[in-house]
């Protein structure tokens, strides 16, 4: 029907002989919105590096023809050039520059030799921010005085004031809560009448299947297929069973055999103040309660403070003037140090595991003991490396993380297999509790669901676990119970059958406001 | 199970800086016809270098933490400088100046490490601090005049030797105690590998692919022959070897079998995951700056001892080679990577440049010229090694 836009055709593209994209062939139509799908290290990113010229020409082998030209991009700035631009998962922002400075970063707008126009740079700013809706925002404001929803327009008016016409965005939603998705889904929405072409990368199918005209699934590095919305059949399902190269009937596995047990820990009146901030609350009157083998959700919008509460419990790394009381079998501990936390048999897995969860030069074994090297690993001060070797091997084995020894450094896994070490770094705690924030954020569904299997072993056997999680589906495919947390308090409790996403937002909105006397 | 053998092949980038010392050597060793090889000279090499390998090794841990310590040439100075003046001018005892010195040295430790950890002053500012008024305070104790000569009991540690057992070897002598500590070396290391084979046997590890470990071991053996039947043949194991031998010992178990070692190489790699992880990353922070003070006045003392006296300018700059020989030796600017053998290599490496370079009569103003162009290209190998692997 329409023309096409950008053709790749015979993409392969080997590192070290593993060949991570084998003949790709890949078609996008002019102002359309493409969504590439595919588990973890199917190649999606291979793919959209070697368009941008990440990888240039010559490295790679095929055929990239953009606007009827066969193209050879040697660097990034060749492809933007021609009005290519990619947006990677991790923003490009300098987080103390301002807005207008952030949009013209490495295209600065100058006047004779070489001196930047600052009005000009205004001016055009504008231009761009109203692309995205954001042109009431101060441009002299350093950009990380915005949220990242925001942060992420800045980064889509940065390729606007670059005159793109094919914007490619790698996870764009990946940070964003379910509101902030929205409008950013609807801005590509608007860029699509504007005539500029999308190729978007992501793992929310609700949004691709949403936004998207056509989808092309990799699967392995390479092409599965490509469906077209209004022509093949069209649903997650579908879209899962050409990722998975298999029908997945759940994507939540079934718990059973799974008892619920006594009360593991209670937490009484906790609240919080912002750590810079010292007047304002972000906790208020917390009291929760987990029992052994019982999976329990906090469920909530992002910026509800239930990475905060975590964090706050968990040896009192988020907060000041923290107060409350941590009961754990009826007893009342203190959970002030990490260490604390952790010798009351406390875990905490955090939302961002590169900055939060691993050392990612180091190897699978150092990172799976780090925890629980004092108490389990090390007679007295001295480390027992055969123990660590041994076990860490066994937690490889358990939870299925795919590397080639126990010695792989962790920088070099997939999202998913990192998410597995930190689970494992977790479990040789031998915690009673864990609190699992965001466990599955960024992985594919593959990962996703050996994660679940694990969270559901863990159950099985008297843990009682808590998991945080933005995505309302997850929360009610995993858990028993759910608390859902707004505005800093408890907004409501969900029991199994009233755990839907109508009732958790109803809880949200009831709430909203109400914390404001 | 499988019952297939695991290898693994040995860390080039760990003996890379052997071999590149060893090539080093072997240039000086033709440009001055052999004499950088002299009994004699290969005991300078231990002595002149001594203080730098101690502060090569307290200064490999700030480097781990992603951080430098610029005040120990200073803490070098202060330390002797208290030492020397209490020996000579209040004829005090030598253990109990030397205790003070090393108590100087803690107290300023402790006073770095309370800013850096506690009140989250950059490593950076707080040690050019001590840096400052550590160089003041010599000055002004000193009165800018040298303190000495120092007595024989104080010197020993620098200059002194164990005692030999003499017998005649080629056309002269050999210290027999030199040639049984080269044994004993050898038969502990044979007998660690088999050991190492073993367990790694027993639990199904990878082993080290076999001609590789001979050749690794072939090379080890013949530089601790080399070393030892050198001294030997000059006046025998000197005291600053022994002293050296404990420390680098301690420090290379600590780092690499003990938790507070993994504490350090964590925060190093991460703070905020190791925080997170139970690892009092403020304390961490405190003992390395602390050690580092402590490490830096024991380097004061055995300085001062080799030089016979105290002066106001010693130690002058010697904090940049202790982060160079760090970088040398394969070390991290950004922390979390490194390794005490490393450090020590790498001040090797520094000490044979040197000594070659002065025996071939280059000028110092050159030679700092050659030792800035090997510190980048060490590094540089370094990091697109690194680049190439992942």
Redesign the interface.
């Known amino acids: 029907m329409s023309e096409i836009i950008l053709e790749m055709k015979h993409i392969t593209k080997a590192f070290s002989g593993v060949k991570a994209l084998d003949d790709v062939n890949f078609q996008v139509e002019k102002g359309e919105i493409h969504a590439l799908c595919g588990e973890n290290g199917a190649g999606k990113s291979t793919l959209m590096n070697v368009l941008s010229g990440v990888y240039p020409h010559g490295t790679y082998e095929g055929d990239i023809i953009y606007k009827g030209e066969t193209c050879k991009f040697h660097r990034i700035k060749d492809s933007e050039s021609k009005g290519i631009v990619i947006i990677h998962q991790e923003l490009a922002l300098s987080p103390y520059l301002s807005i207008a400075e952030n949009v013209f970063m490495g295209n600065e707008q100058l006047s004779m030799r070489g001196v930047i126009d600052w009005t000009k740079t205004r001016e055009r700013a504008k231009e761009a921010l109203a692309h995205v809706g954001l042109q009431n925002e101060n441009l002299n404001a350093p950009v990380n005085t915005l949220g990242v929803g925001k942060q992420q327009l800045i980064e889509i008016a940065k390729a606007m004031a670059k005159n793109v016409e094919l914007l490619i965005l790698d996870e764009p939603t990946a940070a964003l809560n379910d509101e902030e998705s929205a409008q950013l889904l609807e801005i590509m929405l608007e860029l699509k009448k504007a005539g500029v072409t999308c190729i978007i990368i992501s793992h929310k199918l609700n949004e691709i299947s949403y936004v998207a005209d056509s989808i092309t699934i990799l699967r392995d590095g390479k092409t599965i297929e490509t469906l077209r919305k209004g022509v093949d059949e069209w649903s997650e399902d579908r879209i899962i069973k050409g990722m998975v190269g298999r029908e997945m009937n759940n994507r939540y596995p079934v718990r059973d055999n799974c008892p619920i047990g006594d009360v593991v820990m209670e937490v009484k009146n906790w609240n919080a103040y912002h750590p810079e901030i010292s007047d304002k609350q972000i906790l208020k009157d917390i009291n929760i309660k987990v029992r052994a083998g019982e999976v329990v959700g906090l469920a909530g919008l992002m910026g509800a403070g239930r990475t905060e509460f975590a964090m706050s419990l968990?040896?009192h790394?988020y907060g000041q003037k923290i107060s409350g009381e941590v009961y754990m079998h009826g007893k009342k501990v203190s959970t002030k140090?990490?260490?604390d936390?952790?010798d009351n048999k406390i875990a905490?897995t955090?939302e961002d595991r590169k900055?939060?969860?691993?050392?990612?030069?180091?190897d699978i074994k150092?990172n799976m003991t780090?925890?629980a090297?004092?108490a389990y690993y090390?007679n007295g001060?001295?480390?027992n490396?055969?123990k660590e070797?041994?076990d860490a091997e066994e937690y490889k084995e358990k939870i299925n993380v795919k590397a080639t020894?126990i010695?792989q450094?962790v920088?070099?896994l997939s999202g998913g297999n990192q998410q597995k070490v930190v689970l494992a770094?977790w479990m040789m705690t031998h915690p009673d509790v864990l609190i699992l924030d965001e466990p599955t954020r960024g992985i594919d569904v593959g990962a996703k669901y050996e994660i679940y299997c694990a969270i559901n072993d863990m159950a099985r056997e008297g843990k009682a676990i808590i998991v945080i999680s933005s995505e309302m589906q997850e929360i009610i495919g995993t858990c028993d119970r759910a608390y859902v947390i707004n505005e800093g308090r408890i907004a409501g409790e969900l029991g199994r059958e009233e755990l839907s996403q109508e009732n958790i937002m109803k809880c949200i909105m009831a709430s909203n406001g109400k914390g404001e006397e | 199970m499988e019952t297939k053998k695991k290898y693994?092949n040995l860390d080039i980038k760990s003996f890379g800086m052997i071999a590149a010392l060893i090539i080093i050597f072997i240039i000086f060793y033709v440009m001055t016809k052999g004499s950088n090889a002299t009994p004699t000279n290969i005991n300078n090499l231990i002595m002149q270098n001594g203080y730098i390998i101690i502060l090569a090794t307290g200064m490999l841990l700030c480097v781990l933490t992603g951080y430098i310590d610029l005040g120990v040439g200073s803490v070098v100075a202060l330390g002797a400088a208290c030492a020397a003046k209490l020996v000579v001018e209040q004829g005090w005892a030598v253990p109990l100046a030397w205790l003070v010195a090393v108590a100087i040295g803690l107290a300023i430790g402790i006073f770095a490490g309370f800013f850096i950890a506690y009140l989250d002053i950059p490593p950076f500012v707080v040690t050019l601090a001590t840096m400052l008024m550590g160089r003041g305070l010599t000055y002004t104790l000193l009165k800018s005049l040298t303190v000495g000569p120092l007595p024989a009991d104080y010197s020993f540690i620098g200059v002194g030797f164990l005692p030999t057992i003499k017998v005649p070897f080629g056309g002269g002598q050999i210290d027999l105690v030199c040639v049984i500590v080269a044994a004993v070396v050898s038969v502990g290391l044979i007998f660690s590998e088999m050991k190492t084979i073993r367990?790694n046997n027993k639990?199904g590890?990878?082993n080290l692919v076999p001609w590789q470990m001979v050749i690794k071991d072939v090379v080890i053996l013949v530089i601790v022959w080399f070393f030892f039947t050198r001294l030997g043949m000059y006046n025998g194991i000197p005291i600053q070897l022994l002293v050296l031998a404990v420390i680098v010992g301690i420090y290379h178990f600590i780092t690499s079998?003990?938790?507070?070692?993994?504490q350090i190489?964590?925060m190093g790699?991460?703070a905020?995951?190791?925080?997170?992880?139970?690892?009092?990353t403020r304390k961490v922070f405190f003992w390395v700056y602390v050690n580092m003070g402590v490490l830096a006045s024991i380097a004061g003392i055995v300085l001062s001892a080799r030089q016979g006296g105290a002066n106001p300018k010693m130690g002058d700059g010697v904090e940049m080679d202790a982060i160079a020989s760090c970088y040398i030796g394969g070390a991290?600017a950004s922390g979390?990577?490194g390794t005490i053998i490393g450090a020590v290599v790498g001040a090797l490496v520094m000490g044979v440049l040197n000594n070659g370079m002065s025996m071939c009569g280059m000028s110092t103003d050159l030679q700092k010229v050659v030792k800035g162009a090997v510190l980048l290209g060490a590094v540089v190998l370094d990091v697109s090694t690194k680049k190439k692997k992942?």
């Open positions: 968990f040896g790394s140090t990490v260490k936390a952790i905490y955090s900055t939060y969860g691993l050392v990612l030069m180091n150092t780090m925890a090297l004092r090390a001060q001295i480390v490396e055969r070797n041994l020894s010695h450094t920088g070099s770094k | 693994i367990t639990y590890f990878a079998k003990t938790v507070a070692g993994r190489y964590a790699g991460n905020k995951a190791a925080s997170l992880s139970g690892v009092n991290a979390g990577v992942g």
